[in-house]
């Protein structure tokens, strides 16, 4: 059952009522799965679950690694448009990957910014309030960032260079405070 604080890492953290994000391990908890009526999983992770998705429950994987490198955006729109489908289909979705961090994260933002109509500051604000731990990478950060523009023709959040190289503005204090002395 749907619990009103995060969940953190160890369960299924609920984004809106269709959408739960979580770690793999989380993921492979049937109980919860099922308690949260999850009918699709998205996995994005490297390799393909050890263990086969519950009968009923469509599973689809998206192939990345946790590299800033990746090609996450490349398969912003279709998590996105899945995830919706599903929802207007009655169903819900979970999204995860290794940790619940960063590559679900991720997907997770660009699905309340293309369908939920958030800018990328406030889908991000929201995904954190469910999932403090969520903080996708910095290479998804700025295929977010491309993205949101895609979507709205401005941003709403910009990379700025820092000593550990480029980050996002919203992390630029934090960053600051971080400085090596």
Known sequence: MYRSRPAGL????????????????AARDSAQVSRCKITCVVSATETGTSCPPAPGVEYVHIAISDSPESPLGDHFDRVADKIQRTAEGGGCTLVHCRAGVSRSAALCIAYLMKHRGATLLEAHGWVKTCRPTARPNNGFWKQLVRYEMQLRGRNSVRMV?????????IYEEEARNMTPL
């Open 10 to 25: 160890s369960g299924l953290c609920r984004v809106t009522d269709h959408l739960y994000l979580s770690s793999g391990r």
């Open 161 to 169: 260079s820092s000593y550990i190289g480029e980050i996002p503005d």
